[in-house]
């Protein structure tokens, strides 16, 4: 992505931004006050969102912290004041002052991913979910492993290894239950006090879900201690835990890069300028359009508001407040041209 911004007129690099913005990742304050969206820029935006629910007050300004033209944010979490970045082969952490909504864009901390002997690349940190109760982060990476990581002291306490490509999504923390979609079409079970993965579903070789045309690969893996819902190339399914067995698939058409379980609902996107909600049966429950080519991440909150941003292949983040229709959009990089012209008009 770098090589097509002008590296010497910060006007025409900035244009170029909004043009190509991609954003992978995206996570909310511990207060749910705060939202972040990292993008493929190494740049970090911070919008205050408590006052999207209501049309008539003015939005705060979105903030914008560089982390440099080489990184990449390619997942995000928040633990107590940490803002968590995933990038390439590194994890590192920022402060955040809550009061001031301010990030302290300096490394407070760092982990280094394991670089393999033989690699011929460092590994992507693709994905990150969190075990609070613990204070341990889990990541899965480019180089076909997840990493646990001591919050306390920033060890990595041990890998899952067993795919046999990169892990695209990982999920299931709580319930002491890992899950690991990887780019081999298999999403992996793990149990967080054994070395070996306990269980592996395949969708791809289910005549139902399989879809050749896109691929065996799996972008997406959620659970809710019951159920657990995937999808990539092969159809978005949902699956019983205790039977493992797909009980309902759904008619989102596109390539599956994000899923979840939304209250009662099931939220997708992908390759669609649409994201669509299911109920469990696979009827469809909302259809949302947005501006994005594709969608990448999405970050959500059901208490004490709803709240939800979705985000991907364009400048523009959607925010909807009760996951039934769009109910307003954060331009992220701003027209500059058009601020001076908005400014000139005040002044006058």
């Given amino acids: 992505m770098s090589s097509i911004i002008p590296p010497n007129n910060p006007l025409e690099e900035y244009n170029m931004k909004r043009f190509y913005n991609c ?3 995206q996570t909310l304050s511990a207060s749910g006050n705060f939202l972040f969206a990292g ?5 970090i935006f911070v919008q205050n969102i408590v006052d999207t629910q209501n049309a008539n007050e003015p939005r705060a300004p979105i903030k914008i912290y560089s982390q440099g033209k080489n990184v990449e944010i390619n997942s995000l979490a928040f633990h107590i004041d940490f ?3 995933g990038s390439i082969g590194i994890i590192y ?8 909504g301010e990030l302290i864009n ?11 002997v033989n690699a011929m690349e460092v590994p992507d940190v693709n994905c990150m979910c969190l075990r609070s109760s613990t204070n341990r982060l889990y990541a899965g990476c480019g180089d076909n492993a997840a990493y646990e990581i001591d919050l306390n002291d920033g060890r990595i306490m041990r890998d899952f290894r067993g795919h046999e490509d990169y892990i695209h999504s990982i999920s299931g923390i709580e319930d002491k239950n890992l899950y690991t979609a990887s780019e081999d079409g298999t999403v992996r079970f793990w149990s967080l006090e054994q070395a070996e993965s306990t269980n592996m579903i395949a969708p791809y070789k289910k005549d139902q879900l399989m879809r050749p045309e896109l691929g065996k690969w799996l972008g997406s893996v959620a659970s809710n201690g019951d159920w657990l819902v995937c999808g990539g190339g092969p159809k978005l399914s949902l699956w019983h835990l205790r039977a493992m067995e797909y009980t309902s698939d759904f008619p989102f058409s596109g390539k599956i890069h994000i899923c979840d379980f939304v209250e009662d609902m099931i939220f997708v996107g992908g390759e669609h300028s649409n994201a669509q909600f299911y109920a469990m049966n696979g009827h469809t429950r909302a259809d949302i359009k947005t501006d994005n080519t594709t969608i990448y991440s999405a970050a959500f909150k059901l208490e004490p508001q709803r709240f939800m941003s979705i985000a991907g ?6 925010i909807l407040n009760d996951f039934r229709f769009l109910d307003s959009k954060i331009e992220l ?3 500059k041209n058009q601020t001076n012209v ?7």
Avoid at 342 to 348: I, L, Q, S, V, Y
């Fill in 23 to 25: 954003v992978l990742s």
């Fill in 93 to 100: 952490g920022l402060i955040w002052l809550e009061e001031k």
């Fill in 83 to 85: 803002l968590i970045v």
């Fill in 39 to 43: 993008n493929r820029f190494g740049d």
């Fill in 106 to 116: 300096k490394r407070s901390w760092e982990v280094n991913i394991p670089l393999e």
């Fill in 313 to 318: 292949f364009s400048n523009w983040l959607s």
């Fill in 342 to 348: 908005d400014n000139e008009k005040r002044n006058k």
């Fill in 333 to 335: 990089y701003v027209n």
